[in-house]
């Protein structure tokens, strides 16, 4: 078997190593255009989990790289002046240009041929007279943009400017330091890769780096400049280069990562933010799966396709982490006025790969003064803290998040939202919404969709606030408002989602006659002034009828591409009067309806609004017009922002994962100082934790867990030990609060080990 490795970085000479010590018979060759001691960076940090895959496949490799590390637990924060410290998160790290050195060595000692100072051939030309063709030429792999058709890669490039540096002595710990300038605001990064050097990498938003002056610098230059800005982190001592440029992160995502017998591998096939240290890391990674691969199936389609199902996933889920860091440093100005504890845990907890819980592991100390600073009493987690909105005090942060579960015939609530919204409210969250009730038959989404248009339908409403309020004494009801817009007159969910319904459809109308899915919905009416007035009046009346009927809270709904979301979106309003145009003619009429509802509910009640933050699609909303739109309302007398994004467009392209839609709640709150209600893909009691902790939310909504498990707030009061007056058990349900035993627990252990 003949193999060509394109690129002589870690991940290529790795490969190269673990596939001739699998094969020896192999003939491998590696081509490297740059000399053996040539490398960009200084310092790389591979993780627990990376070496101890190493170990099992290399205990040689393994062996060298031990002898070589610098090991450290601590990161220190500093902010404004003060050094925070938090422990036990176990680091290490070796000189880039030393863990090259023992790769050679490693190859050269197997018998790979190495021909350093020389271009590779093309990778086609090469797949012509190889087996194997493995491009693991970078970031910007000439493999992959030969082949850009098949491997199908975007590349993002990102917002801030950053430079890779050195200094001649080690740090003590893994070191965040911000520098606020007459320019803006700069960030170094560093940490030891070695007893008298580290790695130092200085990083800043490219507005600031363009004002100080920094894109006329030289690598010369741009080291004094940088020493001279963090001097007190440096000890006063200066910075070196390596080759080191200004340069902005680009993210590498490829649809396909192999073309017949080519495969990519590291940062030709995927990047991740250094933020999160997982360059190396993953291409390492990627040459043990590819060289598993290759042994556990006999033919090369089937390795390649294996190697790649094995590790996008992982792949994804680190992009994601790196992605949720790198914007938590783009957007680092709006963090700097949180207390210093605050900002240090969400600083740590930045990527959602370090949570609240994990860091009581490893730092219980730090993490407890964190939780006394945000205001929880000794053993309550910062879950089971109250919140006051205007009058209302909710006694914790748990939300149960709107949810359509279209059993409502003519608008009718039932037995059906007594028990769901009943059994949520037993269930121990602090808030518990109503679905989107709608304000007209016409503003339904289906004919499942509840109402409050009608004196019955107020009557039913009231039953099940005043079973909450009485079988579940300290919950708070709310009622979300809203008009369906374009997206009414459809089937229910199950039945066919946004499809129209195959006979008594109703007409709808929106800011502007664009149908949600063309060729199949309704075209819709174009609301003319007169018909804005009546929709509007509509909400009010809804307002005033969910007053009388009890609701603690009123969420205005201007999100999921509904009716005032299509007037907030300018991929959904067209309009050319003065509702339509600018962001500030778009905002025109919701905050007419909100001004209107605000008058008619009552003033010690609070009244939120949802928002949908991003459209997922090129031309819609951006994070600025959210914010915008945020201080819009809370200017109005909104009292938090329920912060949600996309369901605006048919087209969306919504970036999924855990937590994927908290960053825009997060820049809201920590921009504006408005309180918000962070959703989307929350699942874990440990997650709300977090977001809490770090000041990205001031309340979680979650829908899905709540539709698992009704009691899903008791049981997270449970597991964490509370028990405390923020979750009470009812009566009835008292004798449930411990988990039940599972099996027996008391065999013997084993004491003895005979020979």
């Known amino acids: 078997m003949r193999i060509a490795v394109i690129g002589g970085g870690p991940g290529g000479l790795y490969a190269a190593a673990l ?5 020896p018979d192999r003939e491998i060759t590696v081509w490297e255009r740059n000399a053996p001691q040539d490398t960009f960076g200084f310092g790389v940090v591979l993780s627990d989990e990376t070496l101890g895959g190493i170990e099992h496949a290399d205990p040689e490799v393994y062996a060298a790289l031990q002898a070589e590390f610098v090991r450290w637990d601590d990161i220190d924060v500093v902010h404004r002046g003060r050094v925070l410290t938090s422990g036990g998160h176990g680091f290490a790290a070796l000189g880039r240009r030393r863990l090259l050195e023992i790769l050679h060595a490693r190859c050269a000692a197997l018998g790979v041929r190495l021909r350093s100072r020389e271009e590779a051939p093309p990778a086609a030309a090469l797949a012509a007279g190889h087996d194997l063709v493995i491009a693991a030429d970078g970031v910007h792999s000439a493999t992959r943009t030969a082949h850009a058709d098949v491997f199908r890669p975007t590349l993002t490039t990102h917002r801030c400017r950053y430079i890779w540096l050195a200094a001649d002595f080690a740090f003590d710990a893994f070191r965040f330091e911000t520098a606020e300038t007459e320019h803006g605001v700069m960030q170094l990064h560093g940490y030891p890769f070695s007893a008298n050097a580290s790695t130092v990498i200085v990083e800043m938003r490219e507005e600031v780096w363009r004002a100080a002056g920094l894109d006329l610098c030289d690598e010369n230059e741009s080291a004094q400049r940088c020493a001279k800005t963090f001097s007190e982190a440096l000890r006063g001592r200066p910075l070196r280069g390596n080759n080191s440029t200004w340069t902005a992160f680009r993210t590498v995502v490829n649809d396909h990562w192999s073309h017949g017998n080519i495969t990519l591998l590291g940062d030709a096939a995927h990047t991740a933010h250094f933020s999160i240290g997982s360059g190396t890391k993953l291409a390492v990674e990627d040459a043990l799966a590819l060289a598993a691969c290759t042994e556990e199936h006999d033919t090369l389609p089937a390795a390649l396709a294996a190697y790649e199902a094995e590790r996008r996933p992982v792949v994804e889920s680190t992009q994601r982490a790196a992605h949720a860091s790198l914007r938590w440093f783009e957007d680092l100005a709006v963090y700097l006025d949180q207390p210093p504890r605050q900002f240090a845990f969400n600083l740590l907890t930045r990527s959602r790969r370090v949570t609240h819980d994990n860091l009581r592991l490893r730092d219980p100390r730090f993490t407890t003064t964190v939780e006394r600073d945000f205001g929880c009493p000794d053993g309550t987690p910062p879950m089971f803290t109250p919140l006051t909105l205007r009058g209302l005090t909710l006694r914790n942060r748990v939300v149960v998040s709107p949810m359509d579960t279209y059993r409502a015939p003519d608008g009718l609530p039932g037995d059906f939202h007594l028990v769901h919204l009943g059994s949520r409210a037993l269930g121990g969250a602090g808030l518990v919404m109503t679905e989107m009730v709608c304000v007209s038959p016409e503003g339904r989404i289906t004919p499942g969709c509840s109402g409050l248009y009608t004196d019955e339908q107020a009557r039913a409403w009231t039953r099940i606030v005043d079973f909450a309020h009485t079988q579940a004494p300290g919950t ?22 946004d499809q129209p319904l195959p006979t008594g459809n109703w007409p709808v109308a929106a800011a502007s006659p664009l149908p949600w899915q063309p060729g199949t919905s309704q075209t819709p009416h174009a609301l003319t002034p007169a018909e804005l007035d009546t929709v509007r009046d509509q909400f009010v009346q809804a307002a005033r009828r969910a007053a009388d009927c009890g609701f603690d809270l009123l969420e205005l709904h201007c999100a999921h591409g509904y009716l005032l979301s299509g007037f907030l979106s ?10 339509g145009g600018t962001l500030a003619n778009r905002l025109r009429y919701p905050l007419e309806v909100f001004d209107a509802v605000r008058d008619a509910w009552p003033a010690d009640r609070p009244v939120t609004v949802r928002i949908s933050a991003t459209d997922w699609a090129p031309g819609g909303t951006t994070t600025d017009d959210a914010v915008a739109i945020a201080r819009a309302f809370a200017d109005h007398g909104a009292d938090a922002i329920d912060v949600s994004t996309g369901q605006v467009v048919p087209h969306e392209k919504p970036e999924y994962g855990r937590s994927y839609q908290t960053p825009y709640a997060d820049r809201i709150r920590n921009e504006l100082g408005v309180p918000v209600i962070a959703v989307g893909a929350i699942s874990s009691w440990d997650d709300v934790n977090s977001l809490l902790l770090a000041g990205r939310a001031d309340l979680c909504a979650l829908a899905r867990p709540h539709l698992y498990d009704p009691h899903w707030t008791l ?8 028990t405390g007056p923020a979750a009470p058990w009812p009566d009835p349900y008292r004798a449930g609060s411990r988990t039940p035993p ?8 084993p004491r003895l080990t005979l020979p």
Not at 571 to 577: G, K, S, V
Not at 715 to 722: F, L, P, R, S
Request: glycine share 16%; no cysteine; charged share 25%.
């Open 715 to 722: 049981h997270a009061a449970a597991e964490q030990g509370y």
């Open 19 to 23: 596939l001739k010590r699998l094969g």
């Open 570 to 579: 300018p991929l959904t309003n067209q309009r050319t009067d003065h509702y």
């Open 742 to 749: 599972t099996g027996r627990t008391d065999t013997p252990r």
């Open 476 to 497: 708070a009801l709310g009622i979300q408002l809203g008009h369906s817009g374009r997206k009414g007159s459809t089937r229910l969910m199950w039945e066919g989602i």
